[in-house]
């Protein structure tokens, strides 16, 4: 690469940046959760890019997908590894590091440096595996609002997620709504449908039939579920690349060769690709956190009761962008819409749009134009209301209250 | 603004929630929000145009207004504005029908054939007609479903809606005084529309 190359979006990176370490919760002082269970210590791994502006109004936050980290942009010494939203966030792109405060954080029940089922329960001093309490999108939400405010900030200018992200975006909108000025849910849900949680369900079940799983006790065994995890990431997998563009990466084309073997083994392309991301998933994911945070996502369900979605609604002073890929069939575009309606319907603000891309669910960490000229349009004008303080289209909870008529 | 604009702006009440189908760069939604305190929202099938309404601040859908409206709830809104929007729709009186389903106001605009320059450029050219509001040759021009203001106000009546008031528009958009015979001198009409109840 010489130094009068062009600057290609590789190039136009954070740099060299590290993964940080705080304590949020303690032993004395411990994270409440939604079913009144308490846990603590809670650690939290997080980086951020980019300078918090005097006024403290250009944070911006990124919330990761099931198996994302705190690592979404820049390296940690090698360039060519960079961190898993690299291509959306930097210097002069979409999510703009000259402009903005961007903080990420591996989330609650992670197992990237977040406190999680892997780690140690202070009452034994091991593992808390399957003694881990269940947690809910709101609780990852609330360890997220700590390290917000650890940081010194009020108020964000955002907040983006794809996936499962998309659902803390929507969760913290709801039960904090004067935390974000702005949402951004990409790829996202309101709630999994029968076939979601039929995939979880298989996925979970190769974890638990796993026999080193050890009912989750196995990380002082020396041994680890690791067939289950594979064999969940396998299929998981699937379900975010579409048909088109697994026929573009790898049609039928027989693996090392031009003969089929014709056995069992690995033959086709596709057979080792999947293999190979089985493989690497081990090196980097724990198989409890994969089974908490399946689950977590299938219970999931905001719009669930339209009393208690109502009254959240009313006081959301989020303007919201909801995006879907119109190949992706994990979260296809109906739910996205079905998020619009919800958000509609109680006046909330918010622009959707479905982009077209051939590569499924996996789109939303993909360089798709569109995609990335739409996030960054929408921050762009975000970034003018909550730093600038242009006019913002109005959002329910910044009306007066209600005088008692019914919405 | 648009002057055609100016006039729909003068009929939406202020605060109230507005939907403007086909909305364009934004620039009605924008002054409504801004000027007038209204909730607004649209719906744009244009990518470009989309972002222009991004770039506004004004929440909007891309989406492509013959599918329907299924985003949004019956009575959802105090008014629905489809400028300049109806003769290009593949099937006007299902946009026409959910239009009026989702809200309580309709105001809509159109070029009207029924203008005598065009009945003349027919009559005495054999041509189809092209004016400076409808430019384009027959086969590349978007206005696939041109009418006339008798036209609009016969469907409206078949449709059972109530029409609370026409405005004549000249060929800039400004209301006309052609109100005498608007279907032969105004070039574009604006009507405001409702289901009585």
């Known amino acids: 690469m010489s130094a009068t190359a062009p600057l290609t979006s590789a190039e136009a990176s954070v740099g060299l940046v590290e993964t940080k370490r705080v304590v949020l919760f303690t032993e004395a002082d411990p994270l409440v959760l939604e079913s009144g269970e308490r846990l603590g210590p809670v650690e939290v791994a997080y980086e951020t890019y980019g300078t918090l502006n005097a006024a403290r109004t250009n944070a911006f936050f990124i919330c990761h997908a099931l198996t994302g980290d705190a690592h979404a942009a820049g390296h940690h010494g090698d360039p060519s590894r960079p961190g898993w939203w690299d291509n959306l966030i930097g210097p002069g792109k979409p999510i703009d590091t000259d402009r903005l405060f961007v903080i990420c954080a591996n989330l609650l029940g992670g197992c990237q440096g977040t406190t999680g089922p892997s780690s140690p329960d202070p009452a034994t001093g091991r593992p808390y595996g399957l003694r881990f309490p269940m947690f809910s999108i709101g609780d990852i939400v609330t360890v997220h609002r700590a390290l917000v405010g650890h940081l010194g900030v009020r108020r964000l200018l955002g907040a983006i997620g794809g996936s499962v992200g998309g659902m803390q975006v929507l969760q913290w909108a709801l039960d904090h709504p004067d935390d974000l000025h702005s949402g951004i849910m990409v790829c996202a849900t309101a709630r999994l449908s029968a076939q979601n949680i039929a995939f979880s369900a298989v996925a979970r079940e190769a974890i638990l039939r796993d026999p080193d799983f050890a009912g989750g006790d196995y990380h002082d065994t020396g041994r680890r579920p690791d067939a289950g995890l594979a064999l969940a990431r396998m299929m998981a997998h699937i379900t975010y690349l579409s048909d088109e563009s697994m026929r573009r990466k790898f049609d039928r084309r027989i693996q090392d060769g031009v003969a089929p073997r014709r056995t069992f083994g690995i033959d086709f392309e596709v057979e080792s690709y999947l293999h190979h991301q089985g493989e690497s998933f081990l090196r980097r994911f724990d198989a409890d956190t994969y089974l908490y945070l399946s689950r977590v996502m299938d219970y999931w369900d905001p719009f669930g009761d339209p009393a208690v979605a109502a009254e959240a609604l009313r006081r959301v002073t989020t303007r919201f962008l909801v995006l879907s890929f119109d190949t992706d069939w994990r979260f296809p575009t109906a739910h996205s819409l079905d998020l619009v309606r919800n958000l509609a319907a109680h006046r909330v603000p918010v622009t959707f749009r479905e982009i077209a891309s051939p590569w499924g669910h996996d789109s939303f960490l993909l360089e798709v134009p569109e995609y990335h000229r739409t996030v960054r349009a929408f921050l762009r004008r975000m970034e003018d209301e909550a730093v600038g303080g242009a006019r913002a289209a109005p959002a329910p909870g910044d009306r007066p209250a209600p005088d008692g008529r019914a919405a | ?197």
């Open chain 2, 1 to 197: 603004m648009r002057p055609d604009l100016d006039v729909i702006a003068g009929f939406v009440p202020p605060g109230a929630r507005v939907l403007d189908l086909g909305c364009g760069d934004g620039s009605l939604l924008e002054h409504l929000i801004r000027e007038q305190g209204c909730d607004g929202h649209g719906v744009e099938i244009s990518g470009e145009r989309f972002l222009a309404c991004v770039a506004r601040g004004v929440p909007v859908l891309q989406g492509d207004i013959d599918l329907g409206l299924p985003e949004f709830g019956d009575r959802s809104f105090d008014v629905v504005v489809l400028s300049q929007t109806l003769q290009a729709t593949r099937r006007p009186v299902f946009v026409l029908r959910e239009m009026m389903r989702v809200g309580r106001l309709g105001i809509v605009s159109f070029p009207n054939f029924g203008h005598w320059r065009l009945r003349a450029g027919l009559a005495l050219r054999g041509r189809m007609p092209r004016s400076a509001t409808l430019p384009d040759n027959w086969h590349e021009t978007p206005n696939i479903h041109l009418c006339t203001t008798r036209d609009f106000e016969d469907l409206a009546r078949d449709e059972g809606l109530r029409v609370v008031r026409r405005v004549p528009l000249d060929g800039d958009g400004t209301s006309s005084r052609a109100d005498r015979w608007p279907n032969l001198l105004a070039t574009g009409a604006l009507y405001l529309v409702e289901r009585p109840a």
